[in-house]
T-cell receptor
């Protein structure tokens, strides 16, 4: 089946550790995105990538890093510099940056 | 900068009654407007979107929204609520049609039998 896969669904980490969230798509989409969702806050854009080997900061990129070495993969690393990493993280992709975005089912990260 | 305001974080509606979710936007250019639905611990699903043209937009699951430029609004409605409509709904805006969206804070809809 075509779609966007985020893994794992739930992730627990100790404070001060870096953690990488996986996002894979088999839709042959060029553009990919990472959003962060907090209760009562809606979604905020962390990073986006319009094409392989290129990515741009979104509205809340501090404390995060990404790579886009393959078209189908856009992993997000939450570093120890991120002050409040506990959140629900959503990955999305679209054929181009102007076409409909499709979302994965999210990863809930809890840092203790 | 683009932004969206959704008032009333929780909305309760009786089964069979009208669903009305309000969205007001701010944009320096003609906006592209979206409504998404999210079920618990799931990703977002696009309900409908406005780009250009007809101001009344019909979406999936019986929802529709009307773009009113004079009121900078894009309210979402459904004539008759169903139990399966219980979910969180997000309004979003994009200034040039790209997916770098600005989202509202969402409305959690509860349907009362």
């Amino acid at each position: 089946d075509g779609g966007i896969t985020q893994s794992p669904k739930y992730l627990f980490r100790k404070e001060g550790q870096n953690v990488t969230l996986s996002c894979e798509q088999n839709l042959n989409h060029d553009a990919m995105y990472w959003y962060r969702q907090d209760p009562g806050q809606g979604l905020r854009l962390i990073y986006y990538s319009q094409i392989v080997n290129d990515f741009q900061k979104g509205d809340i990129a501090e404390g995060y890093s990404v790579s886009r070495e393959k078209k189908e993969s856009f992993p997000l690393t939450v570093t120890s510099a991120q002050k409040n990493p506990t959140a629900f993280y959503l990955c999305a992709s679209s054929m181009t940056e102007n076409t409909e975005a499709f979302f994965g089912q999210g990863t809930r990260l809890t840092v203790v | 900068a683009q932004s969206v305001t959704q008032l009333g974080s929780h909305v309760s509606v009786s089964e069979g009654a009208l669903v009305l979710l309000r969205c007001n936007y701010s944009s320096s250019v003609p906006p592209y407007l979206f409504w998404y639905v999210q079920y618990p611990n799931q990703g977002l699903q696009l309900l409908l979107k406005y780009t250009t043209g007809a101001t009344l937009v019909k979406g999936i699951n019986g929802f529709e929204a009307e773009f009113k430029k004079s009121e900078t609004s894009f309210h979402l409605t459904k004539p008759s609520a169903h139990m399966s409509d219980a979910a969180e709904y997000f309004c979003a805006v994009s200034e040039d049609g790209n997916n770098r969206l600005a989202f509202g804070k969402g409305n959690q809809v509860v349907v009362i039998p």
